[in-house]
């Protein structure tokens, strides 16, 4: 499936999840760009709240079976068992549909040293890689997005004059909330509060390093600078009521000095 949203949606309407209530997805996406317009790109998504929580109920599990081993929630517990254990097959292959769009950006002139994170373990998943120029940067972005959220984005960065710029286009924010909106018009199973629960808290990260330089102004004003004054860091939180009210953007100009 290319929208990975609706994965991702689909997970969450399993049984467990009901009580992932206090579990969070994190959104992590940082670009390094050095004076000569070549970087590196890492996005990620971390779910490791939720293989906590899942571990948790699992060993609760566990534990209630070897003080019942033949009592009569034994059918209770393997069920509960069979649930958890498609979550986790349902997780993997969530990860693999993310980290996956390695194997089309390793086919990108001016792309190199192209990484799959697919880490089960800790549910933490994405890619990353090393790009020779913005141009090459960009045409990643491209291929992200068509390939991974069916959305056709021409550019995303620049980079000139000593100016860096984040336009506000390719806001993965923004494509969660998209597909959610869908997902309540067709629900028709009362799912939708429990998926709404859980990414109340979601928080997507742009984080932007300047080795050779040092940042002199960031146009967005939720930009933190960082004390050795080379890196930015934006901290947005599609689903927070608050934060929402003032209009929140991906897009950012960085001035460098």
């Not at 890619?127 to 390939?147: C, G, H, M, P, Q």
């Not at 909106?181 to 109340?200: H, L, Q, R, T, W």
């Not at 004003?221 to 934060?243: A, H, M, N, R, Y």
Request: hydrophobic share 35%; aromatic share 8%; net charge negative.
């Amino acid at each position: 499936m290319k929208n990975l949203t609706k994965r991702l949606l689909g997970w969450l309407t399993l049984g467990v999840v009901s009580l992932l209530f206090a579990s969070c997805l994190h959104i992590v996406e940082e670009v390094t760009v050095k004076k000569d317009g070549s970087g590196s790109y890492k996005m990620t998504m971390d779910m490791g709240e939720v293989k906590s929580m899942m571990d948790a109920l699992k060993n609760m599990g566990e534990e209630a079976g070897e003080e019942n081993p033949d009592g009569e929630n034994a059918q209770t517990d393997s069920e509960e068992e069979e649930a958890s254990g498609e979550e986790e097959n349902s997780m993997a292959q969530m990860g693999a549909e993310l980290s996956s769009v390695a194997s089309s950006l390793r086919s990108i002139a001016g792309l190199s040293n192209v990484q799959e994170i697919n880490d089960t373990s800790v549910y933490l998943f994405g890619y990353s890689f090393d790009f020779a120029n913005i141009e090459a940067l960009n045409k990643a972005i491209r291929v992200i997005n068509r390939e991974k959220y069916d959305t056709k984005v021409e550019e995303t960065f620049r980079f000139k004059g000593g100016n860096f710029e984040r336009l506000n286009v390719a806001d993965i924010g923004e494509q969660f909330k998209k597909t959610l909106a869908e997902a309540e018009e067709e629900d028709e199973e009362g799912n939708m509060e429990m998926v709404k629960a859980f990414f109340s808290s979601m928080t997507y990260k742009q984080v932007y390093r300047f080795p050779d330089a040092k940042v002199k102004k960031s146009s967005n004003p939720l930009s933190e600078l960082s004390s050795d004054g080379q890196s930015v860091t934006i901290l947005l939180k599609p689903f927070d009521e608050e934060q929402q009210k003032k209009k929140p953007s991906v897009a950012t100009v960085v001035k460098l000095k």
